[in-house]
């Protein structure tokens, strides 16, 4: 008798050592990711992900919502971006991410919706406990490569033809076989053959698609589950002191009740198990094919809630990160935006600007109401500081976050024309690059939003004469529109051109110890510095050559003229 009831406490024994030891193996890989987390706050984050692959969710919202203002190309990939992005990226999962990359490419012309932003993000960052809480389920949900996970409820994955009425015809042939077998059992029998080799066939000839999406199932599906955990999360938060969390996890109980069925519907297609008995009878009943179909149908159908799921924790999590990116910056300030109101005028203000990519960077300060023309040789801070601004001007208004003392502003659409190149694509030199680049930005001028735009050394790729007659007549037009334009250009006679509608500032250099030092600092007034001719000097040309050149340089500021070489 005693031998007899050996063996079943043997087996609770080994069930309960088997279960004590999963419980403290998952409980030792939830404090190793809590660690990780804690480590990670407030440093700059390893990029595992290009900007590139993070752009899916924007690309599509790009092109379903055609008439909203975005960040083009060409402003994305002059001001660097991408490398910005990754500066802020310390998301955990895919939502997160691709909601940060579309966050930065969208600028708010709310009020409302930039404050509420940083109310998030501010009790992010002083509420330790809930940030981590949901920074641990959303690192569990965690990210994967090479799958485009808003395609699958945004619209863009559905043509398949497993999606094909007839395999529910297949599916269903063998029970119909089987009740000809009852009638007539030698046709039945061989229906029944007929019916499991075409299936069975169907089946592994599928199975090469469905796997293909079996990444990105199983993400939705574990994307449903974490926004479970996080609803429940958020419901317990002070509905008073939080209200934008009490609304998101409304938002997240009011679409999970509708997209549970993806979570049965899932069972069928991704269990998988080595009894061969239950495999053959998904085989012949083709049930890989059908699960595959329900929840494609079921996404089709609820796609609008997959994507307020999605959105919801994505902007959890990117908020997360902002708040994690300001907990790196030595100083950082809100951004004080006026409403779109014509008659206020354009301003804009700052104090202490600096570059978020800079490590060392050197802050500026300036106050205008009219458009700035920037002079200054190369090397001396002119592209940087072009960068700075325009930059800071989209995280203004994306993540209600600007790296300066103080920045004021009005709300302004951004663009930029200044790392132009030849397209050897459509065979376009570079000036024809740079004219096309430079009319996108008057064409967007419009009266009721004002546009802020950055030209780097503005039409350069033509003679001197064109240049200054069309640069100065073009930026003239900016000038006089609804629009405030920062232009950098070595023509000094733009300077001049342009006194009346231009705030003329510049970046200057010294020579010491036959070195030149920037110093990196904007200084009012158009630049006088003729260092390019001294550095002839210092490099060894003749005296004859360098004496000429200054005397040369001297006399077309004199007379704005210049003079021919006689023999």
């Not at 076989?177 to 007539?184: P, S």
């Not at 061989?190 to 199932?217: D, K, P, Q």
């Not at 004219?435 to 790729?461: A, M, Q, T, Y």
């Not at 001719?533 to 040309?541: A, D, T, V």
């Amino acid at each position: 008798m005693e031998n007899n009831l050996g063996y079943p406490v043997l087996v609770i024994l080994a069930l309960c050592a088997i279960a004590t030891y999963s419980w403290l193996n998952k409980r030792r890989r939830s404090k190793r990711l809590l660690k990780e987390i804690d480590a990670q706050w407030g440093k700059v984050p390893e990029q595992k992900h290009k900007a590139s692959a993070c752009s899916n969710y924007f690309n599509m919202l790009r092109a379903i919502n055609k008439d909203k203002f975005y960040i083009d190309d060409i402003t994305w990939n002059d001001l660097e971006m991408d490398k910005v992005f990754g500066k802020i990226n310390a998301t955990w999962s895919v939502p997160g991410e691709e909601c940060l990359y579309a966050m930065l490419r969208e600028p708010v012309f709310n009020d409302s919706v930039l404050k509420q932003r940083d109310r998030l993000i501010r009790l992010f960052s002083e509420n330790r406990d809930l940030r981590r809480s949901l920074q641990f389920h959303l690192a569990c949900l965690g990210k994967v490569d090479s799958v485009n996970i808003p395609d699958y409820f945004l619209g863009g994955a559905k043509d398949s033809p497993l999606l094909k009425n007839r395999y529910m015809l297949m599916a269903a042939a063998p029970l119909a076989a089987l009740a000809v077998m009852l009638i007539n059992a030698p046709l039945g029998f061989l229906l029944l053959f007929i019916s499991i080799f075409s299936n069975m066939s169907t089946a592994y000839r599928a199975r090469t698609e469905i796997s293909s999406h079996l990444v990105a199932l199983s993400y939705i599906v574990a994307m449903i589950k974490s926004a479970e955990k996080i609803a429940r999360l958020l419901g317990k938060a002070d509905g008073e002191t939080a209200p934008e969390l009490a609304e998101k996890a409304a938002v997240l109980k009011n679409t999970l009740g509708k997209v549970k069925g993806l979570i049965r519907k899932s069972s069928l297609l991704l269990y998988r198990t080595e009894d061969v008995f239950i495999e053959y009878v998904k085989t012949f009943f083709l049930g890989e094919i059908l699960a595959f179909r329900g929840m494609f149908r079921k996404m089709s159908k609820y796609g609008e809630e997959l994507h307020a799921i999605f959105k919801t924790l994505g902007e959890l999590d990117s908020l997360i990160a902002v708040a994690s990116y300001r907990a790196n910056l030595e100083s950082w300030c809100n951004p004080e935006l006026d409403h779109l109101d014509p008659t206020k005028g354009i301003k804009l203000e700052f104090e202490d600007i600096v570059h978020p990519l800079l490590d060392d960077p050197v802050p500026n300060s300036l106050s205008t109401k009219k458009s700035v023309l920037i002079t200054g040789s190369n090397a001396s801070g002119k592209s940087t500081f072009l960068k700075t601004t325009a930059v800071n001007a989209i995280l203004a208004q994306t993540i209600f976050t600007c790296l300066a003392k103080k920045y004021v502003s009005r709300y302004f659409m951004i663009f930029t024309s200044m790392a132009l190149r030849d397209s050897l694509h459509s065979g376009e030199s570079y000036y024809i690059v740079e004219i096309r680049s430079l009319k996108r930005i008057i064409d967007s001028i419009n009266d009721k939003v004002p546009v802020l735009c950055f030209i780097d050394e503005v039409l350069r790729g033509t003679n001197t004469v064109e240049r200054i007659a069309a640069s100065s007549q073009a930026l003239h037009y900016l000038s006089e529109s609804n629009c405030l334009c920062f232009a950098a250009t070595h023509d000094l006679e733009l300077t001049s051109i342009l006194h009346f509608h231009f705030d003329n500032y510049h970046f200057q250099e010294r020579i010491e110890n036959n070195e030149i030092i920037f110093d990196y600092k904007l200084y009012p007034g158009r630049s006088q510095s003729r260092n390019a001719i001294r550095l002839l000097k210092l490099i060894g040309y003749r005296d004859s050559i360098v004496e000429q050149a200054e005397r040369r340089a001297e006399a077309f500021l004199e007379t704005g003229s210049w003079q021919a070489i006689e023999d």
